[in-house]
């Protein structure tokens, strides 16, 4: 597992966000049977940086927490069968691991929703990060079942690692 975090803001957390990425990537990962090595890129920005990405990207004119930019078109969520079929789209030349996509992370919304939830900033953290995740492994949230399927997929995760809304 190769990540690449960028971090364009001035915030500073109390726990090594590469490494946190990593762990949540590997556990997600393992859980979706991904049978490759991967790569996955983190920016993390403010909310003006996401509301520009959300504007340009989504036509959505207001800051969010998180978004995803998975590069593979999964038919079926984590069925990762879909990059045999063209694997020079999906691989990166020099490492031959499977490139993800990217995640962006507002690190204003970060530090609210760990205060509206009333836990850490590690959990809240750990919790957009195996979200977005999952997405790029093609899960997504548009019915009612596929959230569902999602919240529980986050939280086990997080569960397993040890990373909870009682965690601090």
């Known amino acids: 597992m190769t990540s690449y975090v960028e971090n364009e803001t ?8 590469k490494a946190l990425l990593d762990l949540v990537a590997e556990a997600i990962l393992e859980e979706e049977k ?4 991967a790569q996955v890129n983190l920016l993390l920005t403010d909310d003006e940086g996401i509301r520009e ?5 989504r036509n959505i004119d207001a800051p ?3 978004l995803s930019f998975p590069m593979i078109g999964f038919e079926k969520e984590a069925d990762f069968s879909v990059v045999e079929e063209d694997t020079g789209d999906y691989f990166d030349p020099d490492s031959g691991e499977l490139i993800l996509g990217d995640i962006i992370i507002s690190t204003d919304k970060v530090k609210e929703q760990a ?7 590690k959990r809240e953290f750990a919790f957009l990060t195996a979200h977005s995740l999952l997405h790029l492994c093609g899960y997504d949230h ?5 959230r ?4 529980e997929k986050q939280e086990k ?8 809304r009682e965690e601090g």
């Open 64 to 66: 969010t927490d998180v």
């Open 34 to 37: 991904c049978p490759y090595e």
């Open 115 to 121: 205060m509206k939830y009333g836990h850490s900033l």
């Open 148 to 151: 569902a399927i999602m919240e």
């Open 142 to 146: 548009m019915t009612e079942k596929e």
């Open 10 to 17: 001035a915030a500073v957390f109390e726990f090594d966000v």
């Open 53 to 57: 990405f959300n504007r340009q990207y």
């Open 157 to 164: 995760i997080l569960s397993r690692l040890g990373i909870t």
